[in-house]
Nanobody, 115 residues
Framework: QVRLVESGGGLVQAGGSLRLSCAASMTSFSSYSMAWYRQAPGKERELVAAITSTSYTNYADSVRGRFTISRDSAKKMMSLQMSSLKPEDTGIYYC?????????WGQGTQVTVSS
């Protein structure tokens, strides 16, 4: 059974930083592609950043240069370092894991950026 637990969300002023973490339970973590998605109020869920099993990374244009995704296979953890935060970064951030057609989600963590 795959379980993903996010942490690190909170309230921060514009220009500040936050670090999100995702703790994973699966035994073959290193074979999964991992990603962060977010959903703002009234909007659809969108991809923020992704990292493959070989640590290739991809970012949404809106966060490139401000956010950094990383993974630690030994600890079964994925992180998202967010800097220069903007009010439009506000939303629920979800951890996602994908492998061989299966997709798993965490429960989400709230990030609120005040202006």
């Amino acid at each position: 059974q795959v379980r993903l637990v996010e942490s690190g969300g909170g309230l921060v002023q514009a220009g500040g930083s936050l670090r999100l973490s995702c703790a994973a339970s699966m035994t073959s973590f290193s074979s999964y592609s991992m990603a962060w998605y977010r959903q703002a109020p009234g909007k659809e869920r969108e991809l923020v950043a992704a990292i493959t099993s070989t640590s290739y990374t991809n970012y949404a244009d809106s966060v490139r240069g401000r956010f950094t995704i990383s993974r630690d296979s030994a600890k079964k953890m994925m992180s998202l370092q967010m800097s220069s935060l903007k009010p439009e970064d506000t939303g629920i951030y979800y951890c996602n894991a994908k492998t061989y057609g299966y997709s798993y989600w965490g429960q989400g963590t709230q990030v609120t950026v005040s202006s």
